[in-house]
Nanobody
Framework: QVQLVESGGGLVQAGRSLRLSCAVS????????MGWFRQAPGKEREFVAQ????????YYADSVKGRFTISRDNAKKTVYLQMNSLKPEDTAVYYC????????????????WGQGTQVTVSS
């Protein structure tokens, strides 16, 4: 069984930074593509970023490109999301997810999900 636990959310002023972490249990972390998603109140869950198994390939939503960075440490079984220059529109619950597929571009490609961590950006 794979479990994902996010941490690092909180309340921050616009323009500041936060780093989210997602610790993954299980012995096969390096075999999963990892992703971050977010869901704002009244909106659908949306893709934020994705990282390949080795960490060499990353993808970002246009809305966060240049401000957010996804990374992973396979030895620590942890994936990170560094969020800089935060904006009020980044306010959402952020979820990490794991996919056993080679490519995982949409929500249904992901097999395991964390419980989410709240990020609130004040103006």
């Amino acid at each position: 069984q794979v479990q994902l636990v996010e941490s690092g959310g909180g309340l921050v002023q616009a323009g500041r930074s936060l780093r989210l972490s997602c610790a993954v249990s299980g012995r096969t972390f390096s075999s999963y593509v990892m992703g971050w998603f977010r869901q704002a109140p009244g909106k659908e869950r949306e893709f934020v970023a994705q990282i390949s198994r080795s960490g060499e390939i990353t993808y970002y939503a246009d809305s966060v490109k240049g401000r957010f960075t996804i990374s992973r440490d396979n030895a620590k079984k942890t994936v990170y999301l560094q969020m800089n220059s935060l904006k009020p529109e980044d306010t959402a619950v952020y979820y990490c997810a794991a996919s056993s597929r080679i490519m995982a571009g949409i929500i249904s490609d992901y097999d395991y999900w964390g419980q989410g961590t709240q990020v609130t950006v004040s103006s």
